[in-house]
């Protein structure tokens, strides 16, 4: 099976969202939430992150998570995952009570497909808020499903399609358990040394490159606009009506995410950012849009 038909039939069966003047999502993807290590890329965005989805709370979104959520190819062990930013795992709850909560599974939690996996680790689990005073409180989010693809139905004249994007690539999609374990016992161990994983389409741009093109093509072939993680590169621009990328939580100093809202999109960055008095603050800076969603 090629690419093409691999993110086709990604989207067999899809969940359908609706997606109206009122509807207000956000899209993010590559969390890559890990143990609390030195391997853990997102240990260093973790309070940018927890600050955005905050807002996102607050401000009445529903959050949709692109795949690649928490990082289970390096990591075993989904209850340490859990345990170390247990504060978002709780939030991420308040969502689901909320019915604002739907997940994506991508190459590097593919496992989440297994629904006996899911019931394992997602039925309960003990959080501590913020405030270390408080007493621990109980996240559940039972037995809540990850799709390999979502289709947000509109009036527009192109329905937008979301997955995460690894089905560009044989390694990461037919042989994901293959290179699974090549993360886990060879690429692991050398990034420390700082050799990267040549194979990844995040850390390589040749591969990065073809991703995106094969995504693009895709798109613009099914006439669908096409919403993707997977290559870490945030992509929004008004003269390519097919493809965009909502980037990732792992960047060096940001978080990348795309909002949708009054049928527009905007590509948005979440940073630290620093005040006249010297104070520091989570900034929110608008890199792209908005975007009209039914301009065409």
Known sequence: MGYYSRISKSFEGALRLPLTERSKYVLISDCHRGIGNSNDNFLKNQNLYFAALQHYYKMGYTYIELG???ELWENRNMKQIIEVHSNIFLLLSRFYEKNRLFMLYGNHDMIKKNKRYIEKHYHRCHCTPEDSFQLEQEASIPNIPFYSGIILESNFPMDIYLTHGHQTDLFNSSLWRLSRFLVRYLWKPLEHFGVLDPTSAAKNYTRKHKAEERLHHWAKEENHIL???????????????YYYNSGSCVHPRCITCLEIERKCIRLVKWTLATRNDMSLYVSREILAGPVLLNRQ
């Open 227 to 241: 919403i993707t993680g997977h290559t870490h590169r945030p992509a929004l621009s008004e003269e390519d009506p």
């Open 68 to 70: 690649d959520g928490d």
